[in-house]
């Protein structure tokens, strides 16, 4: 049974990866970013503070740090797939943290050291937008610790997901039974 269960959570991992390579391509074609004008009408002044000028929004008092439910966690700008709630985990830091992203291809690391320390800044690949940071401190299996603003992200929930054109991710959460 355990072999079934192995193989069938590769094969989901694979046709996952290989429709999220897709699905980041096309993003990337159908996608333009707004101007900072329209941006700033279309967001919330934290939303703009912290996808436009690399803000950090105060922990504990953003709305995802302690969502349960289940779903994909979007790119606020372009609607990006960038996290699942199945990586999401308790950080005890106040911001949401995941292991790693849905989908790698969204993500855009870069050497951040403007506090005089060294660290990772994570940005969405097609929106630009300032996730937050990676850090090496996080759980198995990966290690990492993506600390991510809130203010960044639109949750989108399992049973939206379909209706919102995100239904290519919902296999994942099939087959752990996380349909909430």
Known sequence: MSRFISFTAAA???VT????????AETALAFTKPSQVDLKTQLS???YAVTQEDRTEPPYRNRYWNLKTHGIYVDVVSGEV???SLDKYDSN???P????PLVDEAIVERDDSLLFIQRTEVRSLNGDSHLGHVFPDGPAPTGLRYCINSAALRFVAVKNMEAEGYGAFLP????????N
């Open 45 to 47: 002044p934290i939303q």
């Open 12 to 14: 989901i991992m694979l």
């Open 93 to 95: 830091t106040g911001w």
């Open 97 to 100: 943290s995941f292991t790693r």
């Open 17 to 24: 990866a290989a429709l999220t390579a897709a699905l980041t």
């Open 172 to 179: 994942a959460f099939e087959s752990v039974g996380a349909y």
């Open 82 to 84: 960038l996290f699942s």
